[in-house]
């Protein structure tokens, strides 16, 4: 088995093995993600009682949201988090001494949960589509293994962005501050609170031009059908490439300078 | 053959905000931050030869851990130059951190709620260890670390002392060649102390390794370096061997007494310094010059039943090394 390979393998083993011990926490983390795209279901579905809203019927917004659940599980990112704590603590400082970089551990972390998380998600989408007839999807291999490429886009973009941001913990006490400016932000301009389709227009054409819609809105919309038209997809399936070349530029300019000012502190 | 670890005038400079007490300094400090220059190391030169245990000496702040860093490349220094086993530490890569091996006493690596097992083989996995070698130098370093019993606890469970063995074990699973070690001994208890001394002798002799370590405890340096570097204030105080500092610096002798019936304070004072008198046991502090013929006299006139000259405690001439600011070395 080639090198790397191995290196990963053994990184997602030791995350799944750290996990292990921490069932009842993840167990909570996983579902306050689901939290979120619930209670946003069960107020659209309230306001879509009278009728559709903009197009969007009760059964439209059901599958929206199971779509922003599954797809939040698989794109979250929380390095930044860990990053700062390791930077400030002194915890980085053994990991650059491996003769791996840092990021290959995160990228392995994420792996390992993610995987674990979604699938459980999937399978409690599947088990409520068995007595809920709205949320089921049609049989559609192709667009499925379009919306797997959209989510492997949307999940890099994510943990560039925040892995990025965290490292500026190199510079400033505020990392994690920004990543939850960030994170604010996303909640309208993402889709986690409503389809972009029914955000005032304004507020539609800045999330437009950020990356916000890429990591969410696009791949739910490629899994529900929002996503139709050729020049839809190629539209999406570019924003995607675009933002993950500008933020894998950012976070490569963000590690070369960090390490130089690098203070180590701490043993 | 060149040196394991080379450092020409290595200096490493921070910029520390300066921030006033109180509520109005804070909000100065957001308006008009203002920064000092702090140098933690000031060009410091030395060469560690292959093979040889070095100890860093210095107190808090030195400049001691700075070094280290900038040695195994965590830290890109201001100025200076380094090479270590061949590579330029911070531009050496993966070749480079595959040949040394990092052990901080104060922070781990260590999966914490594991058992130090899967720590091993992930670190198998990342520094690329064929499987028939792991075996070999696991059961090496299990053996010579005495881990039998501890490899199938959560390291979470383990005492301060098996943790920093399993640490110790778990960065020379690569077999590196050039050892740093940052206070491998911290917080250890006196047998755990002396089993992780006795380790560094051993893994030194059977594999030849260059150590470069930095400790607050005497007996780390006296069981193990036969060269140290004094550090403080970020500069190079002294560089040589530990006898030709005690030497240097120790202008005095303790001649350490058991007295016989009837000695008393007084009367040893006419012979030297009285540092210690608990009867019948006594410390006298001489002229290093003095130390023969101040023992002669005082067996000659005063009934002794045992007589010790020793050099001073090397703290004392750690502590006077510090404060007098040896230059050079042996």
């Not at chain 1, 972390?109 to 599947?126: E, F, G, P, Q």
Request: aromatic fraction near 10%.
């Amino acid at each position: 088995m080639n090198v790397w390979l191995r290196r990963y393998a053994a990184l997602v083993r030791s995350a799944w093995l750290v996990d292990l011990q921490y069932r009842a926490a993840i167990a909570i983390w996983m579902l306050w993600n689901v939290t979120e795209p619930a209670i946003a279901l069960g107020i659209w579905w309230s306001i879509a009682s009278q009728g559709a809203v903009q197009g969007f019927g009760r059964d439209d917004f059901a599958r929206y949201f199971f779509g922003v659940a599954l797809v939040n599980q698989l794109t979250l990112a929380w390095d930044a988090w860990y990053i700062d704590r390791w930077v400030r603590d002194g915890e980085m400082n053994f990991r650059l001494a491996r003769p791996i970089g840092p990021v290959h551990e995160a990228i392995a972390d994420n792996i390992a949960y993610k995987a674990r998380t979604a699938s459980v998600v999937l399978v409690v989408w599947m088990l409520v589509a068995l007595a809920w007839p709205v949320v089921r999807l049609p049989f559609a291999p192709g667009r499925w293994a379009l919306f797997a490429l959209a989510v492997a886009l949307a999940a890099a973009i994510r943990f560039l962005n925040g892995y990025a941001t965290g490292l500026l913990a190199f510079w400033t006490t505020r990392a994690t501050a920004l990543m939850e400016l960030q994170f604010g932000i996303s909640l309208f301009l993402s889709g986690r609170i409503a389809p972009l389709a029914l955000l005032p227009p304004a507020v539609a054409s800045v999330a437009g031009v950020l990356w916000f819609p890429y990591v969410l809105s696009f791949p739910v919309e490629v899994l529900t059908g929002g996503v139709v038209t050729p020049e839809q997809y190629v539209r999406g399936f570019l924003g995607q490439v675009c933002w993950l070349a500008v933020w894998w530029a950012a976070y490569r300019v963000v590690w070369r300078r960090g390490i130089r000012h690098y203070g180590a502190v701490g043993g | 053959m060149p040196a394991a670890i080379v450092a020409e005038r290595l200096t490493k400079t921070y910029q520390v905000k300066v921030r006033d007490a109180g509520l109005g300094g804070a909000v100065r400090a957001l308006v008009r931050p203002r920064y000092r220059e702090v140098r933690a190391v000031e060009a410091i030169s030395f060469q560690v030869e292959r093979g040889e245990i070095v100890a860093f000496l210095g107190p808090n702040g030195a400049g001691k851990t700075t070094t280290l860093k900038m040695l195994t490349g965590l830290l890109y220094p201001t100025a200076g130059r380094a090479h270590v086993a061949g590579f330029t530490p911070w531009d050496g890569g993966s070749a480079f951190k595959r040949r040394i091996a990092l052990v901080l006493g104060n922070k781990q690596q260590l999966l914490w709620d594991l058992p130090p097992e899967e720590t091993f083989q992930l670190n198998q996995a990342i520094y690329a260890v064929p499987a028939t070698e792991f075996q070999a130098r696991r059961d090496e370093l299990v053996a010579l670390l005495d881990l039998a019993e501890v490899m199938d606890k959560p390291v979470r469970q383990l005492s301060l002392g098996e943790r920093m063995k399993c640490e110790l074990a778990a960065a020379l699973l690569h077999r590196p060649e050039i050892l740093f070690l940052d206070e491998p001994t911290l917080g250890l208890d006196v047998t755990a102390q002396e089993a992780v001394r006795g380790f560094l002798c051993a893994y030194r002799a059977r594999h030849g390794a260059t150590i470069l370590l930095t400790s607050h405890y005497m007996a780390d340096v006296t069981a193990l370096a036969s060269r140290v570097l004094i550090i403080n204030r970020g500069r190079l105080l002294y560089d040589g061997a530990l006898q030709a500092l005690v030497a240097r610096m120790a202008h005095t002798k303790r001649l350490e007494l058991v007295l016989g019936d009837g000695v008393s304070r007084e009367q040893l004072a006419a012979f030297g310094e009285v540092r210690e008198f608990r009867f019948p046991n006594a410390v006298l502090e001489v002229p290093r010059d003095q130390a023969t013929a101040a023992s002669a006299r005082l067996l000659a006139s005063v009934p002794v039943v045992d007589l010790s000259i020793q050099d001073p405690a090397l703290e004392d001439v750690i502590r006077r090394a510090f404060a007098e600011g040896t230059e050079g070395g042996a």
